[in-house]
């Protein structure tokens, strides 16, 4: 991972899909599907996926990779940052009731069990907004604070 980290970060997105896609491929073999490492090379690829422009693979396989986090618990960071992931996707795909639908899952979550002001939750609330405003919904996109 931090070869081809360091390859995305250099501009050199084709070269850490490739490198992803081949560690992807030996993990298939040797860990099982819901192993964290397979998973996190998984989610590595998706996102190079997504930087390269391949934005249909990049959701395809977050999807699998949401489907398989399904066995964590509802409000497992790992398993939220994984459905944030995919709505963002979704968004970059032009699937933005897929995303509103699955951040206002995220958001929820992270409501519940998530400080005001954590990074997480400003993150999902803030992609929320952005999602909304792709669908033309800008009136949810703001809600008004309510001062005591």
């Keep these: 991972h ?26 298939e073999t040797t860990l099982a599907e819901d192993h964290p490492s397979r998973l996190a090379s998984q989610h590595a690829l998706a996102s190079a996926y997504e930087s390269n422009g ?8 977050l999807e699998h990779i949401v489907k398989i986090k399904t066995t964590l618990a509802e409000d497992h960071p790992r398993r939220l940052a994984s459905q944030h992931a995919l709505a963002v996707a979704y968004g ?5 009731k897929q995303a509103v639908e ?4 995220v958001v929820k979550i992270d409501e519940i069990t ?5 990074p997480h939750r400003l993150r999902s609330q803030r992609a929320l907004a952005l999602a909304y405003e792709a669908m033309s919904d800008s009136s949810r996109a703001v809600e008004p604070q309510v001062s005591d």
């Design 54 to 61: 391949q934005v249909k693979q990049a959701v395809e396989l």
């Design 2 to 27: 931090s070869l081809a980290s360091a390859y995305k970060a250099n501009g050199q997105v084709k070269q850490a899909v490739e490198l992803l896609k081949h560690v992807v491929k030996i993990d």
């Design 102 to 105: 699955l951040l206002e899952h």
């Design 92 to 96: 970059a795909n032009g699937q933005a």
């Design 114 to 118: 998530l400080a005001e002001d954590h």
